[in-house]
Every structure is written in structure tokens, then in C-alpha cells.
């Protein structure tokens, strides 16, 4: 009996979660949630132009759709990145130029959110990052692509932001980009391509934990 009682305990006790310290959160290639270290990394979408046609190719691997990580419990600092705490978020798709990426001069290059799927009652939001080589002091984190039709004015340097949702299942947004005036008005002699972002939430191991703990429950009352 001592036995399935230290059992019990031990998994009752892996089921909770244990205070963080305050940190800064996870750079993009390490935002990856399913456990699978050959997961990690950047997955850009390479973006060239040749003559007047833009195109987009996205690295696999990682295979998509990407896992977002759970940040329960966490306490993230500066205070700017607060709005990655107890939620799940992945960073790990940016924007790359493809290989010699030279937009004509007094052009823009714009990206559009085209569309979003995400799981009923859930909340999908992207916070804007930035690269590696200026730092994450240098983020803003403002949201954006906050609806369809949004437009943000891309620099043409690697950029990672950060996508969050709440609950467990499938996510994606969907986006254009184009070549426009400094306005956002895209130019009609040049055309644009579309790419879509795939995100994933899976059940939390404190789940299946639980899961377990109700199972030793019932085993101990059978005995």
C-alpha cells in the first residue's frame, strides 16, 4: 500500500506547475513545443523578386504545421513581453529576403493578412519581433495582423514575430505580399505572392498527467 501511495504522490505532484523566475521569453528558434529537437529552428519564408513577380518559398524542415509552447506559469521581462505569459506562442516562421532582394527604388514592400483560421472561442494574436542581430530589447511587441486586410511595411530584413493562441487545436493566417507606394497602395505592374503560416496547440503533458492521476485513483479504490 505505502508503495501505490508514493506512486500516486508522485504523479500528483508532477501535475503542478512550479513557479518561474522572472526571464526574458524564448528567442524564435526555440519556440517549437513539440519536444522534438530536430524541430527547432527558424522556418523563414524566403521572399525574391525576379523582373516584376515576387515569389515566396517557405523552409521545411521544420515541417509544418509548427507547435506553439506553453507559457504557463511564466514571468517574462521587460514588461513588454508580459503578453506572452499563460498563453501558448511560436516564433519560429519570419520573413527572408531570397537570396539578392533589391525592391525598385521609392517602392514599399507591404504584407497584407489575407485570412485566419483558429479554434472556436480561442484567441489568435501576433506581436511584433524582429531579428536576431538587433536583439530582443529592440522589439516592439505591438500586436499586428489584427484583421484581415491589415498591412505591415516589411524593411526587407529577417523578421520573426510572435503568433499566440489560448486553446488546444489548429491555427494558420494567411497573408500577400506585394510592392507598393509608402502608403500601402500596391503598384500594378508588379504582381504579389501568398503564403500561409500553420500553427498547432496540443494537449499540455499536465493534462495527461492528471489524466494518470484519475486513473491510479480509480485502481486504488478498486483494491
Same mark, same amino acid.
Given at each position: 500500500?505505502?508503495?501505490?501511495?508514493?506512486?500516486? @504522490?508522485?504523479? =500528483?505532484?508532477?501535475?503542478?506547475?512550479?513557479?518561474?523566475?522572472?526571464?526574458?521569453?524564448?528567442?524564435?528558434?526555440?519556440?517549437?513545443?513539440?519536444?522534438?529537437? *530536430?524541430?527547432?529552428?527558424?522556418?523563414?519564408?524566403?521572399? &525574391?523578386?525576379?523582373?516584376?513577380?515576387?515569389?515566396?518559398?517557405?523552409?521545411?524542415?521544420?515541417? *509544418?504545421?509548427?507547435?506553439?509552447?506553453?507559457?504557463?506559469?511564466?514571468?517574462?521581462?521587460? *514588461?513588454?513581453?508580459?503578453?506572452?505569459?499563460?498563453?501558448?506562442?511560436?516564433?519560429?516562421?519570419?520573413? =527572408?529576403?531570397?537570396?539578392?532582394?533589391?525592391?525598385?527604388?521609392? &517602392?514599399?514592400?507591404?504584407?497584407?493578412? &489575407? @485570412?485566419?483560421?483558429?479554434? @472556436?472561442?480561442?484567441?489568435?494574436?501576433?506581436?511584433?519581433?524582429?531579428?536576431?542581430?538587433?536583439?530582443?530589447?529592440?522589439? &516592439?511587441?505591438?500586436? %499586428?495582423?489584427t484583421h484581415d486586410d491589415f498591412i505591415?511595411?516589411?524593411?526587407?530584413?529577417?523578421?520573426?514575430?510572435?503568433?499566440?493562441?489560448?486553446?488546444?487545436?489548429?491555427?494558420?493566417?494567411?497573408?500577400?505580399?506585394?510592392?507598393?507606394?509608402?502608403?500601402?497602395?500596391?503598384?500594378?505592374?508588379?504582381?504579389? *505572392?501568398?503564403?500561409?503560416?500553420?500553427?498547432?496547440?496540443?494537449?499540455?503533458?499536465?493534462?495527461?498527467?492528471?489524466?494518470?492521476?484519475?486513473?491510479?485513483?480509480? %485502481?486504488?479504490?478498486?483494491?
Amino acid at each position: 500500500m505505502n508503495f501505490r501511495i508514493c506512486i500516486a @504522490a508522485l504523479i =500528483l505532484a508532477s501535475s503542478m506547475a512550479l513557479p518561474g523566475l522572472a526571464t526574458a521569453p524564448p528567442m524564435p528558434p526555440l519556440t517549437n513545443g513539440d519536444g522534438n529537437v *530536430a524541430h527547432n529552428g527558424m522556418k523563414h519564408a524566403n521572399i &525574391t523578386l525576379e523582373d516584376t513577380a515576387l515569389s515566396i518559398h517557405i523552409d521545411d524542415p521544420p515541417p *509544418a504545421p509548427v507547435t506553439m509552447i506553453s507559457c504557463h506559469g511564466a514571468d517574462y521581462t521587460p *514588461a513588454k513581453f508580459d503578453v506572452l505569459e499563460d498563453v501558448h506562442f511560436n516564433a519560429q516562421y519570419g520573413w =527572408l529576403p531570397g537570396g539578392i532582394f533589391s525592391p525598385p527604388s521609392e &517602392t514599399s514592400i507591404w504584407i497584407k493578412r &489575407t @485570412a485566419a483560421t483558429q479554434p @472556436a472561442g480561442s484567441i489568435f494574436k501576433v506581436y511584433e519581433g524582429g531579428n536576431m542581430t538587433e536583439g530582443m530589447a529592440a522589439w &516592439t511587441m505591438n500586436e %499586428i495582423y489584427t484583421h484581415d486586410d491589415f498591412i505591415w511595411q516589411w524593411d526587407g530584413a529577417m523578421q520573426h514575430d510572435y503568433f499566440v493562441g489560448d486553446r488546444v487545436g489548429d491555427y494558420s493566417m494567411s497573408f500577400e505580399v506585394y510592392i507598393g507606394d509608402s502608403s500601402g497602395n500596391a503598384l500594378p505592374s508588379y504582381s504579389s *505572392a501568398s503564403t500561409t503560416f500553420s500553427f498547432q496547440v496540443v494537449p499540455e503533458p499536465s493534462t495527461w498527467v492528471l489524466a494518470t492521476w484519475g486513473i491510479v485513483v480509480f %485502481i486504488l479504490r478498486r483494491r
